[in-house]
């Protein structure tokens, strides 16, 4: 069974940095893609960034040019790191990897901007 542990969550100031980490049970490169999403009290999950095998990195318009993602493959980790960070992201940031059809998902770690 695949497990994915985040981590580095916790409070910072609006204009801070954050680096949330996504620990893999397998080897990175078994999955289409690893995935992070962030879902706020009453809202929908929504997607955050992704990056594939192939090294191709998406992210939503909500976080570009403030947050990025990486992978370190010998880690088995996909980070997100956060830069001037809002209050509006604030949320429960989760890591997901794919793998064909199937989704594998962490439990998510908190993230509180405010000041």
């Known amino acids: 069974q695949v497990s994915l542990v985040e981590s580095g969550g916790g409070s910072v100031q609006p204009g801070g940095s954050l680096k949330l980490s996504c620990k893999v049970s397998?080897?990175?490169?078994?999955?289409?893609?690893l995935r992070w999403y962030r879902q706020a009290p009453g809202k929908e999950r929504d997607f955050v960034a992704s990056i594939n095998v192939g090294g191709k990195i998406e992210d939503a318009d909500s976080v570009k040019g403030r947050f990025t993602i990486s992978s370190n493959n010998a880690l088995n980790t996909v980070f997100l790191q956060m830069h001037s960070v809002k209050p509006e992201d604030t949320a429960i940031y989760y890591c997901r990897a794919n793998i064909m059809s199937r989704k594998y998902w962490g439990k998510g770690t908190q993230v509180t901007v405010t000041s």
């Open positions: 397998e080897n990175i490169f078994n999955f289409n893609s």
